[in-house]
C-alpha cells in the first residue's frame, strides 16, 4: 500500500512553455503532499507544500509564480512549471503522507529537460 | 530540524549486515530518526523510523543510542538491490506535517 505515483515520468519542453507535472496518492488520502527538486549529484531540496484546497507554502527562494502548485481533490497535486527555462531542467519529485502515518511516500519522480 | 552527519560512502559485502551510522546530536525530545534510500534515478523509499526505542520491520533495525545523540540502520542481510543513497533525517512533527530535509546520505555500495 501506499504508492504515489507521478505523470509523466519524463518530459522535454521548449524553453518559454509551460509544463505541468501531476502527483496521485493510488490508494490513500493524502490532506498534504510535498514537492522536491533534485539536481544532479545533489540530494533531494524541499520546494513546497501543498496541502487540500487551500493555497501552497513555498519554500525561500522558491518562486511561486513560477512555480504553481494546485492541490484540488485529497488525491491529486499538480506542479505547473511556468515559462519553463534550460535552468529549471530538473528532477521533481513529489511525496505524500496518509493521514495518521508518521512517514512520506514519495513518487517515481519527472525528469524535466527544458531545450 | 537538528542537523545530521553520516559518513559519504561505504561497501559491504552481499549477504553480509550492512551497519549505517548516523549522528544528530543536537536532536530535540519530539523529534523522530528517520531513514530513507534512493536507488538512482528513482524517488525515495521509506525504511523506518523511531523516537526512543529500537525499532525493526521487513527491511530493517533502528538502533538509538539511549542519549538519542546517534543511530545506526542495520540492512541484516544486504544484497546487490540495496545499493542505493541512505539518508537519515531527523525531524519534528511526526515528519508528515513537515517537508524533509536531506542531506548528502551514505551512498552505500554492496559488493557481490
Known amino acids: 500500500g501506499a504508492v504515489v505515483s507521478q505523470h509523466p515520468s519524463w518530459v522535454i519542453c521548449k524553453s518559454g512553455t509551460s509544463v505541468k507535472i501531476e502527483c496521485r496518492s493510488l490508494d490513500f488520502q493524502a490532506t498534504t503532499m510535498f514537492w522536491y527538486r533534485q539536481f544532479p549529484k545533489q540530494s533531494l531540496m524541499l520546494m513546497a507544500t501543498s496541502n487540500e484546497g487551500s493555497k501552497a507554502t513555498y519554500e525561500q527562494g522558491v518562486e511561486k509564480d513560477k512555480f504553481l502548485i494546485n492541490h484540488a481533490s485529497l488525491t491529486l497535486s499538480t506542479l505547473t512549471v511556468t515559462s519553463a527555462h534550460p535552468e529549471d531542467s530538473s528532477f521533481y519529485i513529489c511525496?505524500?503522507?496518509?493521514?495518521?502515518?508518521?512517514?512520506?511516500?514519495f513518487g517515481p519522480g519527472t525528469r524535466l529537460t527544458v531545450t | 530540524d537538528a542537523k545530521t552527519t553520516q559518513p559519504p560512502s561505504m561497501d559491504c559485502a552481499e549477504g553480509r549486515a550492512a551497519n549505517l551510522p548516523c549522528n544528530h546530536s543536537t536532536i530535540s525530545g519530539n523529534e523522530y530518526v528517520y531513514w530513507y534510500r534512493q536507488i538512482h534515478s528513482q524517488g525515495p523509499q521509506y525504511i523506518i523510523h523511531?523516537?526512543?526505542n529500537n525499532e525493526t520491520n521487513e527491511m530493517a533495525s533502528l538502533i538509538i543510542t539511549e542519549d538519542r545523540k546517534s543511530s545506526t540502520l542495520i540492512l541484516p542481510h544486504a544484497t546487490l538491490r540495496d545499493t542505493a543513497v541512505y539518508y537519515c533525517?531527523?525531524?519534528?512533527?511526526?515528519?508528515?506535517?513537515?517537508?524533509?530535509?536531506f542531506g548528502k546520505g551514505t551512498h552505500l555500495i554492496i559488493q557481490p
Open positions: 511525496s505524500a503522507r496518509p493521514t495518521s502515518y508518521y512517514e512520506q511516500y
Open positions: 523511531g523516537l526512543k
Open positions: 533525517i531527523v525531524s519534528r512533527s511526526g515528519g508528515g506535517a513537515d517537508g524533509l530535509t
